[in-house]
Nanobody, 125 residues
Framework: QVELVESGGDSVQAGGSLRLSCTAS????????MGWFRQAPGKEREGVAT????????YYDDSVKGRFTLDHDHGKNTLYLQKNNILPEDTAMYYC??????????????????WGQGTQVTVSS
């Protein structure tokens, strides 16, 4: 069982920056696939960024490429989503997800077994 706890959500103005954190309860999630998803009011949940923690390559949705950066700290068991040049359309509840190995990084939410409770990001113009 993996417990994921997100934090860092806030209300920010467009053009600002924010860093979301996702801390996992396991001793190590090395080898897991992890990602961030978001759900805006009235919309379906969508993938934002994902990576296989055994590698350094991250994958991003086109809507956030060049603005968001995914990173993780094995020592702290934490996955980060650095958000720069935030836009009003980035307003959503953001969720962290994890899938144990074997896995492939994917934006498909049904491929992830463990989910956090979410952290709200609200962007004003």
């Amino acid at each position: 069982q993996v417990e994921l706890v997100e934090s860092g959500g806030d209300s920010v103005q467009a053009g600002g920056s924010l860093r979301l954190s996702c801390t996992a309860s396991r001793h190590s999630y090395n080898g897991y696939c992890m990602g961030w998803f978001r759900q805006a009011p009235g919309k379906e949940r969508e993938g934002v960024a994902t990576r296989y923690t055994g590698e350094s390559t991250s994958y991003y949705d086109d809507s956030v490429k060049g603005r968001f950066t995914l990173d993780h700290d094995h020592g702290k068991n934490t996955l980060y989503l650095q958000k720069n040049n935030i836009l009003p359309e980035d307003t959503a509840m953001y969720y962290c997800a994890a899938e144990p190995p074997p896995c492939r990084p994917t934006m498909t939410e049904t491929k992830y077994t463990f989910w956090g409770q979410g952290t709200q990001v609200t962007v004003s113009s």
